[in-house]
T-cell receptor, first 109, second 113 residues
């Protein structure tokens, strides 16, 4: 079956670095998306990886290892506004996104 | 503004009623989706339309019926509402092509009493 595994909740300190891990099992694979969702709001796109390696985009980076079924989202220089849920969503062979429950990230001063 | 919009933002209704949620996108996208996000925060795909044609119809009760009058609109009609239908419903759209980010509407919080 198809499965996504992410930690339910993480806490980090403002200015620090945090890594949110995601492991997945899908029927086929067409890349993996990360979305950010603030409480009460819609998910917004952060990154897309389809090849192994690290993609850097400002303070946010995303890593993919297809052979391990593993991805992580790295957030640097954390700001209070980064408090949100982070959703890992691989795309299966039918180009359908498979969504995890997300990781709620709490940033403390 | 270019965006995906949904109405209403909040919907409170009694069990057994019929209600509709409207979605419009002015991004020129070909594909539109309806998702349900329950209290556990899982986003579950319900329907996907490409150029007004249904391409994904997950295991959703037939009380839920999507309607796409044109490729910019995908409305969701729900008959005989049940308590378990309470959730946030998100509309989304994506550009042509198999792999593209999805743009989400603000969501409709449905509460069935």
């Amino acid at each position: 079956g198809q499965n996504i595994d992410q930690p339910t909740e993480m806490t980090a300190t403002e200015g620090a670095i945090v890594q949110i891990n995601c492991t997945y099992q899908t029927s086929g694979f067409n890349g993996l998306f990360w979305y950010q969702q603030h409480a009460g709001e819609a998910p917004t796109f952060l990154s897309y990886n389809v090849l192994d390696g690290l993609e850097e985009k400002g303070r946010f980076s995303s890593f993919l290892s297809r052979s391990k079924g593993y991805s992580y989202l790295l957030l640097k220089e954390l700001q209070m506004k980064d408090s949100a849920s982070y959703l890992c969503a691989p795309m299966d062979s039918n180009y359908q996104l498979i969504w995890g429950a997300g990781t709620k990230l709490i940033i403390k001063p | 503004d270019t965006a995906v919009s949904q109405t209403p933002k909040y919907l409170v209704t009694q069990m057994g009623n019929d209600k509709s949620i409207k979605c419009e996108q002015n991004l020129g996208h070909d594909t539109m989706y309806w998702y349900k996000q329950d209290s556990k925060k899982f986003l579950k795909i319900m329907f996907s339309y490409n150029n007004k044609e249904l391409i994904i119809n997950e295991t959703v009760p037939n009380r839920f019926s999507p309607k796409s009058p044109d490729k910019a609109h995908l409305n969701l009609h729900i008959n005989s509402l049940e308590l378990g239908d309470s959730a946030v419903y998100f509309c989304a759209s994506s550009p042509p092509g198999d792999v593209d980010e999805q743009f989400f509407g603000p969501g409709t919080r449905l509460t069935v009493l």
